[in-house]
């Protein structure tokens, strides 16, 4: 017979008293007898376990996993909590399993996402008693009574609380929630349609510390509700005074009396989102363009904003740096007059299916030199002379939407393409992405430029003949390499 064969994973010579590990190979059904390592070489099961856990914590966390089962040395290294930092277990709790907690304990798993729920959250707070960050999104059958369960003292280190489309949520678990998550610094209630504004003030009452609050699609939710968050009724609570993100999407009995209560009263907010909040209107803009922390406006889908709203934020002095109003009919070529002449902070733009033109788009390519995200999509005025204009002052632009710009040619797309730092090009029946390394290499593309990867879809029968054309320039111009390197992909 011949002699077996041993696989060694060679390594720096590394003095340490532990025997050589063979790598486990069923397949080859070899008799492995037992090899002294090369001389001025070593063996991977050699290395300190301070060492093994370095390289464990680089891996993915399905390889984490399967690197704890290769042997005992090995899942000793890879249970070291260094291994595991920032990781969230994503679990079903089905049946009771009371090793599993023990397990994320010992690796020092603070974060936690419930996929499906059949049994009680108290098994979970109680299991994993360092718990920082719990996710219930989705969970349907979350109930006031489970929370009242799992929360019956407190939890100090908990400071991320996700529940949303936890639809049987009402304002009695926010009471338990304001009572023992003292330190929650981001509650997340999108969804959570039995909400009101006694829930609001629960959450004032009790979440001084709160940064981040979602009530998208709280329909019950009232200016009074804010008022409450903003600590205008001192006498009940002091309001949510550290809040920097506010989402109130959907939210649609909010009026301009509500942004008035978020301007007086949360000065330090950074970022509010009022998308198909269909009663605000361009008075309230005045109250927002006062807030000078203010960096971040979603104003998309509401039908009352016009070029008067977009007045008051430029004459105002607001310092946004992002401002959507995409599908804002009312928006047209002044409100990008007002923006060009007032709004010079902003980097993020969009305006997809307003009532822009070319000189409208003109206007603020000569002004925001800074803009690095462009979305006009669905734009139907705006040709290949807007494009000239964006590729000539624009030379920052990362992202431009181009979906549904129909009087656009390959002539303004060969422009566009252009701009040194674009990275992404929608026209959305596909995206062109690329990445410009320092210096330009050889690709066989016309335009000189390194693509690293190409994505569409079969969409040639059904286009119409002025789309095949730039279907086919971007086909052209844009190299298709092997998988290594790019791909296309459905």
Not at 155 to 172: A, G
Not at 402 to 427: A, D, F, Q, W
Not at 436 to 458: A, E, H, Q
Request: hydrophobic fraction near 40%; aromatic fraction near 6%; charge should be positive.
């Amino acid at each position: 017979m011949e002699e077996a064969q041993v696989i060694f994973t060679e390594l720096p010579v590394l003095h340490h008293r532990h025997h050589p590990y063979y790598l486990h190979q069923p397949h080859l059904q070899l008799a492995v007898r037992e090899p002294s390592p090369p001389p001025n070489q070593t063996h991977v099961s050699c290395l300190y376990p301070e060492i093994l856990a370095l390289i464990f914590g680089y891996l993915e966390v399905r390889d984490k996993g399967r690197a704890a089962q290769v042997c005992v040395s090995w899942r000793d290294a890879a249970y070291h909590k260094s291994v595991w930092r920032g990781v969230e277990a994503k679990l079903h709790l089905r049946r009771a399993n009371p090793s599993l907690f023990m397990s994320l304990v010992r690796r020092g798993i603070r974060r936690v996402q419930v996929l499906s729920l059949r049994r009680s959250l108290r098994d979970v707070v109680q299991g994993v008693p360092n718990l920082e960050s719990l996710n219930l999104s989705g969970c349907y059958n979350v109930t006031d009574i489970g929370l009242s369960h799992a929360f019956v003292s407190e939890v100090p280190m908990l400071t991320q609380l996700n529940l949303s489309l936890c639809k049987q949520v009402t304002d009695n678990s926010l009471g338990r929630i304001a009572q023992f998550l003292k330190n929650l610094e981001v509650l997340e209630l999108g969804g959570c349609c039995n909400i009101t504004n006694t829930g609001l003030l629960l959450i004032a009452w009790g979440l001084k510390k709160l940064r981040r609050l979602n009530l998208r699609s709280c329909w019950h939710v009232s200016d009074q509700g804010i008022s409450h968050l903003a600590g205008l009724n001192r006498e009940a609570a002091n309001g949510n005074l550290a809040l920097e993100h506010l989402g109130l999407q959907d939210c649609q009995r909010l009026s301009d009396e509500a942004l008035k209560h978020v301007s007086v009263g949360l000065t330090g907010l950074k970022s509010i989102n009022l998308s198909f909040c269909v009663s605000i209107t361009d008075s309230g803009l005045k109250h927002l363009a006062k807030m000078v922390s203010l960096r971040e406006l979603n104003l998309r889908s509401c039908d009352n904003i016009s070029d008067i709203g977009m007045a008051y934020l430029a004459e105002g002095g607001s310092r946004i740096s992002s401002l959507d109003v995409s599908f804002c009919d009312k928006i047209g070529d002044q409100a990008l007059v007002h923006v060009s002449q007032g709004l010079f902070n902003l980097r993020s733009l969009s305006l997809s299916a307003c009532q822009v033109s070319d000189e409208g788009i003109c206007r603020i390519a000569r002004t925001l030199h800074d803009l690095e995200t462009l979305n006009i999509g669905q734009c139907s005025r705006i040709s290949d002379k807007g494009l000239q204009t964006i590729a000539e002052c624009l030379r920052n632009l990362r992202y431009i939407d181009l979906y549904g710009c129909t009087r656009i040619s390959t002539v303004g797309l060969e422009r566009i393409m252009k701009l040194p730092h674009l990275s992404t090009l929608n026209l959305g029946l596909w995206h062109v992405r690329w990445n410009r390394p320092p210096t330009v290499r050889g690709t066989g593309s016309r335009l000189g430029k390194t693509y690293n990867s190409v994505s569409s879809r079969s969409v040639t029968s059904n286009l119409d003949p002025k789309w095949r054309e730039v279907y086919a320039y971007l086909i052209a111009v844009i190299p298709v390499f092997p998988a290594s390197r790019g791909n296309w992909q459905s």
